[in-house]
């Protein structure tokens, strides 16, 4: 059964007063793309701006198969205990398919989930990166002003979404395992240079002594790569979510990063520059998708470009085709409207 | 004076056939931003596009001071002697300023100049990088279309202008110079991950012993980059312009990355991911252009950017009221016409 909408003060108080049935429903409110609802949804948001930013957030990623929900999990579970209200959001463009490929199991992390300190949403499913990008950082400030302290932000490792969360956060940490043969195999080009810490995961048992081996092969690796954000330079840990070890070590570094990039004002440049990045991705996703999403353009572009793959056509003609195309189109749609 | 443009067959026909005052002529028609000479420009590139890609295509940078100009001297002489054509292109969008930063000064390559085997031509001075790079691009596929067989393309250490040129070229060469500290200070972030080889300069004298070691520490950094090109992995060498060293060797690494990527198929697909690249990046251009450098949204982007970077407007919003007030005068436009 649909639920009625909300007020915009139901809204702003509801979410202001850390209800999470009425953050829910914002959250919802947010991820809407029905255009009525996306209208008041800015309008809750902008009236709950001046009560964000205060949260210290976490983009964490990693392969799947690292241990990504038992590493926050337990990350999570201890940051509760010692008093943080932590929010788990996730972005997860391919869950628009299988609705909730990420943090949709409600069993992943279930003690967490269980936790009165904790809040976990599952990914928005918005269609294109852009759309779920969206989405995530506007809940990231919903969850900000509902007094959350410390929001986690979980990704997979499929190159696009690292960059949009990268886009997000504070700090971003990337999980890794300590793999059998070549330490470095299987890292997504240019995923290392976005992180601020390397973890290792599950270095218990028999795979304690592999995963200090990879810390050591690490740390050589990460002196040749040019640090992800000014000053700081990135290094690497291991952490088992089995014996807990490691867990309140990187919180530590998490923790000095905050405080060493608050001191250089690093951490707010950061926060600006997102910000105004933001406008301009948005600007751009905007473009791109009225261009090639025209039923002009996507009627010739599939023989413009083969012709130009096979080297019959200059690419500048066919851009120029395309456009003259493009905009005919629109002057016609705004003559007739 | 102003000389009267050349016919189709006339610039056809001249370039054809190597005649060096046509090809200039044709380049200086490319690089052209009055229309009349653009479509005439289109129509040449098309008649001699048939003529084009039978090049080896190689992009050369490295910071200023480097040795990038005596070392392609060495090694374009040491081609036109083998009996190669060699042709050497700049892209250097700081150009537009100062009106041939980089291979602007005719002394630099005197006795390559001169050779005639070679022929060089100075950066274009088109403002943006989309614009200096399309140039390029067309001048590169002329001088294929006039016999020259080897195509060097040299560019300057600002970042952005590296990566058009890695779009352009089959093989990426990265100079470097043997430092006094760490080997991989000043290196721009991701630049040593377009090369398919690094080059230390002037190894000779005194400095052949750090030469050495820094081909050493490069060596083993670059164990840990993700290839540049699918199924080669990049190696350090060293070279001196004043001695020789190096520039055979060097060449014969190059020949030996075109035999093994045409035998695998890898130098065919990146041609053709180039030309679908291109095509796309202009688009993406064109619109941004349009977009930005449209009055109502020059008048208007200031004040939201700075209300979005002090949080006061959520970045949704102010995206929204930018492209509504672009377009609806886009509309008006359509009126009106």
Redesign the interface.
């Known amino acids: 059964p649909r639920r009625r909408l909300l007020t915009l003060d139901e809204y702003v108080a509801g979410v202001r007063g850390g209800d999470r049935s009425i953050l829910a429903r914002a959250i919802t409110l947010i991820e809407s793309n029905a255009p009525a609802h996306m209208a008041l949804a800015?309008e809750v948001?902008?009236a709950l701006?001046?009560y964000?930013?205060g949260a210290l957030r976490v983009g964490i990623t990693g392969v799947p198969g690292v241990g990504k929900s038992t590493f926050i999990e337990a990350l999570g579970m201890m940051l509760c205990e010692r008093g943080h209200r932590v929010a788990v959001l996730a972005v997860d463009p391919s869950s628009s398919i299988s609705r909730g490929s990420i943090l949709g199991d409600k069993t992943r992390m279930e003690r967490l989930s269980r936790h009165p300190n904790a809040y976990i949403r599952p990914s928005p499913t918005g269609g294109s990166l852009g759309g779920v990008a969206?989405k995530s950082?506007?809940t990231l400030?919903l969850c900000e002003a509902a007094g959350f302290d410390i929001v986690l932000v979980e990704t997979v490792g499929v190159g696009q979404s690292e960059i949009a969360v990268r886009g997000m956060v504070d700090f971003f940490l990337l999980l890794m395992l300590a793999g059998a043969g070549d330490e470095?195999q299987g890292?997504k080009?240019?995923i290392i240079?976005l992180a601020d810490a390397l973890l290792i995961t599950k270095a218990d048992g028999d795979n304690r002594a592999r995963a200090l081996a990879a810390q050591a092969e690490y740390t050589h690796?990460l002196?040749?790569?040019?640090p992800a954000t000014e000053g700081w330079r990135p290094r690497a840990y291991i952490c088992s979510a089995q014996t807990g070890e490691g867990i309140a070590e990187i919180w530590r570094e998490i923790e000095r990063f905050r405080d060493e990039t608050t001191a250089s004002g690093v951490f707010a440049a950061r926060r600006?520059d997102q910000?105004?990045d933001?406008?301009y991705t948005?600007?751009?996703d905007?473009?791109?998708t009225r261009?090639f999403g025209h039923p002009v353009v996507q009627g010739q572009l599939p023989a413009?470009?083969q012709a130009?793959?096979e080297?019959?056509?200059?690419?500048?003609?066919?851009?120029?085709t395309?456009?003259q195309a493009f905009e005919s189109a629109?002057?016609?749609?705004?003559?007739g409207?």
């Open positions: 800015q948001l902008r701006l001046p964000t930013g969206r950082r506007e400030l470095l890292i080009k240019g240079e690796a002196r040749y790569l040019t600006r910000a105004r933001w406008v948005l600007i751009e905007h473009l791109r261009f413009i470009e130009v793959v080297g019959t056509l200059p690419v500048t003609t066919a851009v120029q395309l456009i629109l002057q016609g749609e705004g003559t409207s």
